[in-house]
């Protein structure tokens, strides 16, 4: 059973949650096992079809209303995105602002973090 604090099972191990949610009802996997650097590509990919407006109706509603809403936060704020995928969000925030701002990304794909704090246009 998972703890309530950290979500993970008693057994701790991918084989532990495995065994314990699959006898759930309904069956179920935690998310975290589904972001790695392929669950991480193939979100992406969805992003991206025709059908999936949700991230680019964020994208648009950033780029028409960005600087208004950072002229709605503290100068000395830290700005942070939870899930961040490709970083696109938060990159259209913070061009649209003026100065310098901090910022932080938290995702539970490790593999997307050191990508984008690999690419240059996140330095």
Avoid: N
């Avoid at 969805?46 to 209303?65: D, F, K, V």
């Amino acid at each position: 059973m998972p703890d309530s604090t950290t979500g993970r099972s008693a057994a701790g191990s991918f084989a532990g949650d495995v065994k314990y949610y699959l006898t759930q009802t309904p069956r179920q996997l935690p998310s975290r096992y589904l972001y790695d650097a392929l669950g991480s590509a193939l979100f992406e990919a969805i992003c991206e079809l025709p059908w999936y407006g949700i991230t680019r109706a964020e994208g648009r509603l950033l780029a028409c209303r960005g600087r208004e809403i950072l002229a709605r936060v503290d100068p000395l704020s830290t700005l942070i995105e939870l899930g961040p995928g490709s970083g696109e969000k938060l990159a259209t925030l913070i061009k649209s602002g003026a100065g310098e701002s901090h910022h932080r990304s938290v995702d539970l794909s490790a593999s997307l973090i050191r990508r984008r704090a690999a690419s240059p246009a996140r330095r």
